[in-house]
C-alpha cells in the first residue's frame, strides 16, 4: 500500500510554516509524496528536499494547480482518497474500515477552506477527535493509525545524518 | 494524572501558528494547561482562549518568561518530565515505562534552540521517529500514546460548538 498526501489551497506566507511541517510529518511517517496546492511557494519545495537529501529515503514533493484533478486521477488509478477534515467520522472507528483494502491511500489535508467536492469525491471523511487543533496533528495521527505505528520501524536510505537515540544528550551521526 | 504543556521559547510572528497549534493540540488531546515562553505573544492567548470559550472545556494558557523555573517547581510537588526531542530515546519503546507512575506529566517542547539544562532536568527525553518533522505531529502522538488514545473518548464542558461526525458534509451544532 502507497501512501502520499495532498495539502489542499496552500497560502503564501501565513503557511509556510505548517505546510512544511504537513510534509515533514507526512515523509517522517511513511507517505511517499506530497502535493500541494494554492498558492506556488517554492522555499517549501527547496527545504522539503533539503531534508530529504539531508536525511535519506526518496520522498518527493510536487506544486499543482487543481488538487480536484490529482483526487480524480488518484481515483481512476484505482486508490482511495482520504480527507482528514473535523468534521467526518470519528477516525480510531473507521480507521479499521479503510485499513480492510491494500489500495493506495490518498491522504487529503485542508486549507482555509475546503469545497464541497473533496467532501464529496473522498471514499472517507475522516476526523481526528472533532475538536480543532492541526492538519500537522491530524495527519500523523491518521498515519499512525493507518499504518499501525508503523512510523517507528521505518529506514531512510542513503541518509547523511542519522540520530542515535539517547536518554539524554545529543547524537548526530554524520556520514560524508 | 494531570497533563500539561511547556512550549519553549516561542518566537514572535515566525512560530505564531506553530505555537497556536501546539495549544490546541495539547488541549484536544487532554492536557488541562499549556505554559509558553521566549516572545510574549498576547494574541496566541487571546485565540486559545477564544477556542475555548467556543468549544468548552477549562484549558488554560499562561505566558512564562522562565520556564526552568516552570520545570523545576513541578518537580518540586512531584510531577515528572518529559522532553520531547529528536535527540532522545523512542517513545514507542520508553513509553510503558513513563506510563508506569500516575504522577502529573509536563511535556516540555522545543523551539528553535533547546538548552542542556533542558534535556538534563528531563526525567525522560523522548523522540517520535528521530526524524524532523513538527513539535506538532510529536506532540499528538506523544499525548495519543501516553493517554491510549482517550483523545477520542473526551468530553469538553460548557461548549458552545459541538461536531456530529458524518460520512459526508459538515454539522456543527451551535448551542446559544
Given at each position: 500500500?502507497?501512501?502520499?498526501?495532498?495539502?489542499?489551497?496552500?497560502?503564501?506566507?501565513?503557511?509556510?510554516?505548517?505546510?512544511?511541517?504537513?510534509?515533514?510529518t507526512a515523509r517522517a511517517f511513511?507517505?511517499?509524496?506530497?502535493?500541494?496546492?494554492?498558492?506556488?511557494?517554492?522555499?517549501?519545495?527547496?527545504?522539503?528536499?533539503?531534508?530529504?537529501?539531508?536525511?535519506?529515503?526518496?520522498?518527493?514533493?510536487?506544486?499543482?494547480?487543481?488538487?480536484?484533478?490529482?483526487?480524480?486521477?488518484?481515483?481512476?488509478?484505482?486508490?482511495?482518497?482520504?480527507?482528514?477534515?473535523?468534521?467526518?467520522?470519528?477516525?480510531n472507528e473507521i480507521v479499521n474500515?479503510?485499513?480492510?483494502?491494500?489500495?493506495?491511500?490518498?491522504?487529503?489535508?485542508?486549507?482555509?477552506?475546503?469545497?464541497?467536492?473533496?467532501?464529496e469525491k473522498a471514499d472517507w471523511?475522516?476526523?481526528?477527535?472533532?475538536?480543532?487543533?492541526?492538519?500537522?496533528?491530524?495527519?500523523?495521527?491518521?498515519?499512525?493509525?493507518?499504518?499501525?505505528?508503523?512510523?517507528?520501524?521505518?529506514?531512510?536510505?542513503?541518509?547523511?545524518?542519522?540520530?542515535?537515540?539517547?536518554?539524554?544528550?545529543?547524537?548526530?551521526?554524520?556520514?560524508?
Open positions: 500500500m502507497k501512501i502520499q498526501v495532498l495539502r489542499l489551497s496552500h497560502r503564501f506566507d501565513r503557511d509556510t510554516r505548517i505546510t512544511t511541517h504537513v510534509c515533514l511513511g507517505a511517499e509524496k506530497v502535493y500541494f496546492s494554492g498558492d506556488k511557494e517554492t522555499s517549501i519545495i527547496d527545504s522539503v528536499e533539503d531534508v530529504v537529501k539531508r536525511w535519506g529515503g526518496d520522498f518527493q514533493i510536487e506544486y499543482t494547480k487543481n488538487h480536484i484533478k490529482i483526487i480524480k486521477e488518484w481515483k481512476n488509478k484505482g486508490g482511495e482518497v482520504i480527507h482528514l477534515t473535523m468534521y467526518g467520522e470519528q477516525a474500515e479503510i485499513k480492510k483494502s491494500n489500495k493506495d491511500k490518498l491522504i487529503v489535508v485542508g486549507g482555509s477552506k475546503v469545497e464541497i467536492d473533496v467532501y471523511n475522516v476526523s481526528i477527535t472533532t475538536q480543532p487543533h492541526s492538519e500537522v496533528s491530524s495527519l500523523a495521527i491518521f498515519q499512525h493509525l493507518l499504518t499501525d505505528g508503523n512510523e517507528f520501524n521505518l529506514k531512510f536510505d542513503g541518509a547523511k545524518l542519522q540520530v542515535s537515540p539517547m536518554a539524554k544528550g545529543k547524537r548526530l551521526n554524520v556520514k560524508k
